[in-house]
């Protein structure tokens, strides 16, 4: 009986993934603006 119900531990998985994907795509894209802004001191 769990076609469409979601358990808590599925539900805290897919927290888990989705913290985890947007903390490091907050990083990479800090890490990417942070190289930008050397090179462009570096010109």
């Given at each position: ?12 998985q ?29 010109t």
């Amino acid at each position: 009986m769990r076609d469409t119900i979601l358990t808590l531990e599925d539900q805290r998985q897919a927290w888990l993934l989705l913290t985890a994907y947007f903390s490091f795509k907050g990083q990479s894209e800090t890490w990417l603006s942070f190289s930008i802004l050397k090179g462009a001191e570096r010109t």
